[in-house]
């Protein structure tokens, strides 16, 4: 099932918050407090915060954060009634994109171990398993998976792009290919 109203993909803003909160609280059993998503945007220069748009509402959010080379995905979830619709798929090539846009060579999450449907979209992206961390979660002691990409300048992450896009968009993205 695809999205039916125009879906815009673009940097969160503090007046965003308070609808991404509603959504972490909806998709997550210890959710960040709202104030971490204020002290994140303000004040983190490693951070990188994206939101779906559907109609002007935020249906959907992610962040990462620049870790020397690495980008690493610390929060992704979309609206319980907005899923299964393509709007994670939109939101994780605008990562991709992002991350190559601002160096990264490769992109990293932990996702826990039950999560099926999140672990399905990350290997839709290029994400292989390559770790485990033991209890994990601390709200029920949920071991995580360590996942990552191949390099973003790769051949298999170019491919994907390409796919994404065509051919002109791929060159655009820049940052990360030398």
């Known amino acids: 099932?695809?999205?039916?109203?125009?879906?815009?993909?673009?940097?969160?803003?503090?007046?965003?918050?308070?609808?991404?909160?509603?959504?972490?609280?909806?998709?997550?059993?210890?959710?960040?407090?709202?104030?971490?998503?204020?002290q994140e945007l303000a004040s983190n220069r490693l951070a990188r915060y994206r939101v779906a748009r559907a109609g002007g509402q935020v249906v959907a959010f992610a962040g990462l954060w620049l870790m020397a080379d690495e980008a690493h995905i610390t929060t992704f979830a979309v609206h319980p009634s907005w899923r299964r619709q393509g709007v994670?798929?939109?939101?994780?090539?605008?990562?991709?994109?992002?991350?190559?846009?601002?160096?990264?060579?490769?992109m990293t999450l932990e996702v826990r171990v039950s999560n099926q449907p999140a672990q399905a979209l990350y290997r839709r992206f290029g994400f292989v398993t390559v770790g485990r961390r033991p209890r994990y979660y601390?709200?029920?002691?949920?071991?995580?998976?360590?996942?990552?990409?191949?390099?973003?300048?790769?051949?298999?992450?170019?491919?994907?792009?390409?796919?994404?896009?065509?051919?002109?968009?791929v060159a655009d993205t820049g940052g990360g290919a030398a």
């Open 1 to 38: 099932m695809a999205v039916s109203l125009p879906l815009i993909v673009d940097e969160m803003r503090t007046g965003d918050i308070a609808a991404v909160h509603g959504i972490e609280r909806l998709s997550f059993s210890a959710p960040w407090p709202a104030y971490a998503f204020e």
């Open 88 to 106: 994670a798929h939109r939101l994780m090539v605008s990562l991709l994109e992002l991350s190559r846009q601002i160096g990264a060579q490769r």
């Open 138 to 169: 601390t709200d029920d002691g949920e071991d995580a998976l360590i996942m990552t990409t191949p390099e973003l300048a790769g051949p298999s992450m170019q491919a994907l792009l390409l796919a994404e896009h065509g051919p002109n968009d």
